[in-house]
């Protein structure tokens, strides 16, 4: 079954063999098969398929790769946002108010809440997602977080350091024991990363290297959260240790933006957090100019960042972080995928899956230009066109 897509106002490859970032294609069409993008050309040479949809001049991009959110979780922290915007800090103190609530769903609601979030992500055009375990802290309950969130997506993170649950307050090497030992063993086989929070009040560089090294061992890939609400040495730690992902990346030395660009690490900025808690965004121009790859994903959680759309973020990135439109778009499709080494998503040219997003617009720019507008039409995942 092949479909041919023509009259397209713009098209984004994102091939990496193109000139210019986005690989953009203008007058072009593409065919699907099965599954697959089988076809990418100028439409004047377009081969024959079964169906032809019209694009009618829309604009037409890969859809994009969410590589950072926390969507296992129970409960509501609208109060602490409200605190936030008459001057309370961001402390990353609530989520024991979430684990609390985790730990008290069925595993229907958890799902139900999943399924409600990657839906809503859906609509706005992202079609890959990742999803952290993180609101458990206990054995049972972060195995049954990726469990429940394996059901959506094969791109499952087991966050088991998140920070300290209170019943190990006064035992914190306790806690990174059990994480290394029997959390680890019941998430694994339910996950395919693991991460860990380094940040002054959650895991230090020493604690965080013993998980990951852990995970390693266990057969999970690392990536880590550093650098959100301080200079710390969490950026220096993934270079250290070759990790494919540094997420945040808020507060970063000279030495850190160097560390990043040697190593490849890619820095995944998330705009919607300095958004929901009134930080200062992520200098993404200084690390763009530096060399360093750049990943922008939502981050979306309860408590320092509760928004499920990337075209927001892009609409961030660009007027908050001065990304231009096209470095934006690129972030958070090629980017995203760069980040979860995934070779078939994040790109429309011939093998990749046939996951595409149709804007009720002319081009990639009016991401950014129209904010908060619904531009999104069509979501196609694996070629099947999906509302
Ligand atoms: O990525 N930084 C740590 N974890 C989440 C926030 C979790 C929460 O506040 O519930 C984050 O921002
Ligand atoms: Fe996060």
Redesign the pocket.
């Given at each position: 079954m092949s479909t041919l897509i023509t009259n397209i106002g713009e098209l984004v490859t994102n091939d990496p063999d193109a000139s210019d970032l986005l690989g953009i294609r203008t007058d072009a069409a593409v065919v699907v098969e099965d599954d697959r993008v089988a076809w990418v050309g100028d439409a004047s040479a377009a081969p024959a398929a079964d169906t032809v949809v019209d694009a009618a001049g829309r604009a037409v991009l890969p859809g994009f790769v969410d590589s950072?959110s926390?969507l296992a979780f129970a409960g509501d922290?609208s109060a602490e946002f409200r605190a936030r915007m008459t001057g309370e800090p961001?402390t990353?103190g609530?989520?024991r108010t979430?684990v609390a609530a985790t730990r008290a769903a069925s595993d229907d609601d958890l799902r139900a809440g999943i399924g409600r979030l990657v839906g809503e992500m859906r609509a706005q055009g992202t079609t890959t997602v990742e999803i952290k375990s993180?609101?458990g802290l206990n054995v049972e309950d972060e195995a049954r977080s990726l469990r429940l969130a394996r059901e959506a997506t094969s791109e499952t993170t087991f966050l088991g350091a998140?920070v300290v649950p209170p019943e190990f307050a006064d035992d914190p090497a306790g806690y990174v024991g059990l994480v290394t030992g029997p959390m680890l063993e019941a998430a694994a086989p339910y996950a395919r990363w693991i991460d860990a929070?380094c940040?002054r009040g959650?895991f230090d560089a020493d604690q965080a290297r013993e998980v990951l090294t852990a995970g390693a061992a266990a057969g999970l890939r690392g990536r880590l959260?550093a650098n959100?609400l301080g200079k710390g040495p969490g950026v220096q730690l993934a270079a250290e240790l070759g990790l494919i992902a540094v997420?945040?990346c808020t507060y970063l030395s000279d030495e850190d933006v160097d560390a990043l660009r040697d190593s490849g690490t890619i820095a995944t900025l998330?705009p919607g957090?300095e958004f929901s808690t009134r930080q200062p965004y992520p200098d993404a121009r200084r690390l763009i100019d530096a060399g360093v790859r750049v990943a922008i994903a939502s981050?979306c959680?309860?408590?320092?960042?509760f928004t499920s759309s990337m075209p927001f973020c892009v609409a961030l990135a660009v007027r908050e972080m001065r990304m231009t439109p096209a470095e934006a778009v690129h972030a958070a499709t090629a980017g995203g995928a760069a980040a979860l080494d995934r070779a078939d998503v994040g790109r429309i040219v011939p093998g990749s899956r046939a996951d595409l997003v149709l804007l009720r617009a002319p081009s990639h720019v009016h991401l950014a230009y129209r904010p908060g507008v619904p531009l999104v039409e069509e979501v196609w995942v694996s070629a099947e066109p999906r509302d």
């Open positions: 950072h926390h922290r961001y990353a609530g989520i979430t993180g609101y998140h929070f940040e959650a959260h959100q997420d945040h998330l957090v981050d959680n309860p408590g320092s960042c």
